[in-house]
């Protein structure tokens, strides 16, 4: 008789606690939907330089947030990965500055040079056509001198430009982003208390953890 009583007592037990469990379930399950992360891949071509990239976006939560490489990188706790991408996105930048500017130097002293004016010859001058001489040559040399100025302004400029488009800011491949991106979805399905899925052999069994 106590044994039935024990026994039903544990069964009233269970089905109380039964909706309390599946409810905690269901709002660990919707803390994970909103903070887990995942990624798109996209091409694009430099307008620039015409060359071919595939990005890599990461994402956060099912609305699919984006998230900036630094703070993705600060999300999964690598920070010395966060400081060496800003590092080289801004050495990046700064070679596109330093391009541009470049180019602009070489055309605007083109520009200086092509329009500057020549010494000014009076015709009732008896050295008139010597003077007129002089000041087309002058010419011809400032406008030989205007072209090597944008010349060398674009090869120059545009092959610093070039240089900061080669390089890549991320420190790590896109097989390593996506690595430390599911370990940090596990990590946060164990301390969510949800099921866990080990992918060591490939098979995808499911370890239950509850904290």
């Avoid at 039964?18 to 798109?40: G, H, I, M, N, T």
């Avoid at 071919?52 to 010395?80: H, M, N, S």
């Amino acid at each position: 008789m106590r044994f039935k009583s024990a026994t039903a007592a544990v069964l009233v037990a269970g089905l109380i606690l039964s909706p309390v469990a599946r409810a905690e379930e269901a709002a660990a399950q919707q803390e994970y939907d909103r903070k887990y992360l995942s990624f798109d891949d996209f091409g694009a071509i430099d307008p620039h330089t015409g060359t071919f990239y595939q990005l890599t976006v990461p994402y956060q939560g099912k609305y699919r947030d984006p998230i900036a490489p630094g703070a993705f990188y600060r999300l999964v706790g690598r920070e010395d990965l966060a400081q060496q991408y800003e590092g080289r996105e801004q050495a990046r930048t700064t070679l596109h500055t330093v391009g541009t500017l470049t180019f602009l130097a070489g055309a605007v002293g083109a520009a200086v040079v092509a329009f500057g004016s020549s010494s000014s010859c009076d015709p009732s001058n008896p050295g008139f056509a010597q003077c007129a001489s002089a000041a087309e040559d002058d010419a011809r040399s400032r406008g030989l001198m205007s072209l090597a100025l944008v010349g060398v302004g674009a090869v120059l400029g545009g092959s610093i430009y070039l240089a900061g488009s080669q390089m890549d800011p991320q420190p790590v491949n896109v097989a390593a982003q996506r690595e430390l991106a599911d370990q940090y979805n596990q990590k946060l399905r164990m301390q969510l208390g949800l099921s866990v899925i080990d992918k060591s052999d490939g098979g995808g069994l499911a370890l239950s953890a509850r904290f």
